[in-house]
């Protein structure tokens, strides 16, 4: 039957070599590529458990986004494109962890509890990103897939979020737009050319992104959108795989922690830049002043830029709709007064993970949530998406609350609703430039961030420390949060904390002050306390 077959392919194919542990945390399971053969094949295993217990197609992406070329990872893309339920995240430890032959007591124990009928038809969608790895990895996840009797579908090369907007196109019956590439690139292509056509080109506005790709799979993709929406938008694209290495010293990740700009990018002042991290879910921007210093726009500006702009049509297009904003505590202490105390939208703190924003903006009806990263989206609730398109058709309005009406509706086709998209979120922020008539600069001005560090320690066992309050607080070891307590006391401005790593194997430690040489000294300072 087909679980006898799913060990036979497993002892034949893909063996566990080795008895590391290897754990489905916030970013799916993440590690050096050469120990997850057998990981990926048994991902397949249970991508048609999943499929068969929604009887809805899932996804499968395998990458490790920002980490180096040598590691790789996998995530399951549940069927409206979302994050699976956590259940399923213990399902998929399990099975990875259990010897060969104890394969079908894990699977057993899944149908059981989740009451699966094995004899629903199962589709996977899959994709990769270019790391050389992903090839063979794919492989794997599609022989577990097959040993189960499900069916898949290879998309090959894709970015995380392109995966993620099929499979819930796929499952609303094409209510969300084309389940395909091209229509990913048709939608938001269509929906920014629609915007830029009524108003582009204002004020100090120009047109023009200087676009780093991470020598990563958003470098063959945004090129495919690029060449669709150029009569509005010319993006120049460099590390785009064909001579750096993936994420090496460039990327969103890079230019965040570095506070710098990437390799293989000349910036002169006033360009306005933006790097995508590996497998183009997160974007960052950045600029060079006359002075040449660095300024970076993080996901915290872009909330900013974003919630701000939002608010705006809405209420202009004489809707009532309760907006918020999720960031986690990473966000930078300018962001969160700025947003609460300028522009007065409700800002809530959850733990790091984009599960975690994506479920408390849930909470909203228009609902934009970020990481400081730079991952980060809108989402729309049913009730809201129903008005907004309703608002946009009533005759009965003025001309300039249906102009706001008809924009935040084609604003809402630009956004990729399912997950954080540096594409989309590109396209997104340049409508808002273009239609403020903003320079990056002027953007930049919203508020000033607190100079900050993020330093990370390594440890012998990061799970000793454990946190309350969306992780702004430590509750073990004992002693460490009054430590910390006291160190921050001692800056003005200051802030900090610790929190393990969901993704490595280190502590975090978070710092901002009044000066960058503080910010610096405080989180070494707490960096020593962690020890
Ligand atoms: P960890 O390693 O738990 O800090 C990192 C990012 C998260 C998220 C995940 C998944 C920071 C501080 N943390 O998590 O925001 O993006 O990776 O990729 O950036
Ligand atoms: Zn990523």
């Known amino acids: 039957d087909l679980l006898s077959r799913a060990v036979a392919v497993a002892v034949e194919k893909h063996p566990r070599l080795q008895d590391k542990i290897c754990t489905y945390g916030t970013a799916g399971f993440r590690t050096k590529a050469e120990d997850l053969d057998h990981v990926m094949y048994r991902v397949g295993l249970l991508a048609v458990l999943a499929a068969r217990s929604r009887q809805a197609t899932i996804g499968v992406m395998i990458t490790a986004s920002h980490n180096p070329e040598e590691d790789n990872g996998v995530k399951l893309i549940d069927q409206f494109g979302d994050m699976m339920p956590q259940a399923w995240e213990v399902y998929a430890t399990q099975l990875a962890n259990t010897t060969d032959k104890g394969i079908p007591a894990v699977l057993q124990s899944i149908v059981d509890v989740e009451k699966i009928d094995m004899s629903v038809k199962a589709v996977v969608f899959i994709a990769r990103d270019t790391r050389p790895s992903s090839v063979s990895l794919s492989q794997a996840v599609q022989d577990g897939i097959q040993a189960l009797g499900g069916d898949s579908k290879d998309f090959g090369l894709l970015t995380t979020p392109q995966l993620h907007y099929i499979v819930c196109c796929e499952n609303t019956k094409g209510d969300y737009g084309v389940p395909s590439e091209e229509g990913y690139y048709d939608k938001m292509s269509k929906a920014f050319l629609s915007l830029q056509n009524e108003g582009a080109n204002q004020g100090n506005y120009t047109p023009q992104v200087y676009l780093d790709a991470a020598n990563g799979v958003g470098a063959p993709k945004v090129t495919e959108l690029a060449g669709r929406i150029s009569k509005h938008l010319q993006l120049q694209i460099v590390n785009d795989g064909s001579q750096g290495k993936l994420n090496y010293r460039c990327g969103a ?106 479920h408390k903006a849930q909470d909203f009806e228009v609902g934009v949530y970020f990481e400081a990263n730079g991952h ?5 609730s049913k009730g809201a998406q129903d008005k907004i398109r309703q608002q946009s058709k009533d005759q009965s309005l003025s001309p300039e609350q249906k102009k706001c009406a008809v924009r935040l509706a084609s604003v809402m086709d ?33 508020y000033t961030d607190l ?81």
Not at 329 to 356: D, E, L, R, W
Not at 376 to 380: A, D, P, Q, Y
């Open 253 to 358: 990740d890079y230019v965040k922690i570095q506070q710098c700009a990437p390799e293989g990018l000349k910036v002169e002042p006033g360009m306005r830049c933006a790097s995508f991290d590996g497998d183009a879910d997160r974007i960052v921007y950045f600029f060079l002043d006359d002075q040449r210093r660095f300024h970076l726009m993080d996901g915290d500006k872009i909330a900013t830029l974003v919630a701000g702009y939002l608010q705006e049509l809405v209420r202009g297009s004489g809707l009532s709709l309760n907006l918020g904003l999720v960031q986690t505590a990473y966000a930078n202490g300018s962001s969160t007064k700025f947003i609460t105390q300028t522009m007065k939208v409700p800002v809530a703190c959850v733990p790091t993970g984009v599960k975690h924003l994506h």
């Open 376 to 380: 980060g989206t809108v989402i729309f």
């Open 414 to 446: 630009v956004i990729n609703q399912t997950v954080g998209d540096a594409m989309s979120d590109m396209l997104l922020v340049e409508v808002i430039l273009s239609h403020r008539g903003w320079s990056v600069a002027d953007w930049d001005a919203m």
């Open 451 to 531: 100079p900050n560090r993020q330093i990370k320690i390594k440890v012998q066992d990061r799970t000793v420390v454990q946190t309350t309050d969306a992780e702004r607080k430590v509750t073990s070891p004992a002693g460490l949060q009054e430590e910390i307590d006291r160190l921050v006391s001692g800056f003005t401005n200051g802030r900090s904390f610790v929190r393990p790593s969901g993704t490595e194997d280190v502590v975090r430690v978070y710092a901002e002050a009044d000066t960058q040489g503080n910010a610096d000294q405080l989180a070494h300072r707490v960096g020593l306390a962690v020890y």
